[in-house]
């Protein structure tokens, strides 16, 4: 089935710990994104991966972020030396195409104590 | 850089009104999006939209590409409408969202 899944959907870690979430996108879809979402805030746009082409990085907020999609499936989100304000949703959602509806998972809620 | 504006920030409403959700963006598009967030988190595409208007059930959406704003009405509002709704149109960033519209309907 079904949608687009993540994992974990909860993750508690200690300031400057790596954390990575996994992103299971929908079968077939090309495209996938990487949103964040503060407590109380909007969503952010992270990072852009169209098929095989360059990812789109330019929502990174540091060096500290990086992802990674091997061709059109699975996605890891790595956050290194994990720090308080990094505490935040972390979303995911892929589009058959670029550009077309986006199926959105879960989420997964980071607490960085 | 495109720019996104939702108003009200909030609205309260009572069962079976009409609900108006106002959106306007700064720099033309290809097409805009309404998602809706519900209290737990979780985030539904509603609409993609280009041109004109489009109705799914008792949501409508609506965009006026000249004047650069859309809407998303509901009728009849029921309190499992309660939710975040949220407009996002392409940017500098695959999407830009607006900061989204917090609903209450009350029974």
């Known amino acids: 089935g079904a949608g687009v899944s993540q994992s974990p959907s909860n993750k508690v870690t200690e300031k400057g710990k790596d954390v990575e979430l996994r992103c299971d996108p929908i079968s077939g879809h090309t495209a996938l994104y990487w949103y964040r979402q503060r407590l109380g805030q909007g969503l952010e746009f992270l990072i852009y991966?169209?098929?095989?082409?360059?990812?789109?990085k330019s929502g990174l907020p540091s060096d500290r972020f990086s992802a990674e999609r091997t061709g059109e499936s699975v996605s890891t989100l790595t956050i290194q030396r994990t720090q308080q304000e990094d505490s935040a949703v972390y979303l995911c959602?892929?589009?058959?195409?670029?550009?077309?509806?986006?199926?959105f998972g879960p989420g997964t809620r980071l607490l960085v104590l | 850089k495109n720019e996104v504006e939702q108003s009200p920030q909030n609205l309260t409403a009572q069962e079976g009104e009409f609900i108006t959700i106002n959106c306007s963006y700064s720099v033309g598009i290809s097409a805009l999006h309404w998602l809706q967030q519900h209290p737990g988190g979780g985030i539904v595409s509603l609409f993609m939209?280009?041109?004109g208007k489009k109705k799914h059930g008792r949501l409508i959406a609506t965009i006026n590409i000249q004047e650069k704003h859309s809407s998303l009405h509901i009728t009849a509002s029921h309190p499992r409408d309660s939710a975040v709704y949220i407009c996002a149109v392409p940017g500098n960033t695959p999407l830009v969202f607006g900061k989204g519209t917090r609903l209450s309907v009350i029974a």
């Open positions: 991966f169209q098929g095989n082409s360059a990812p789109d």
């Open positions: 939209l280009s041109s």
């Open positions: 959602a892929s589009t058959k195409w670029a550009g077309e509806t986006q199926y």
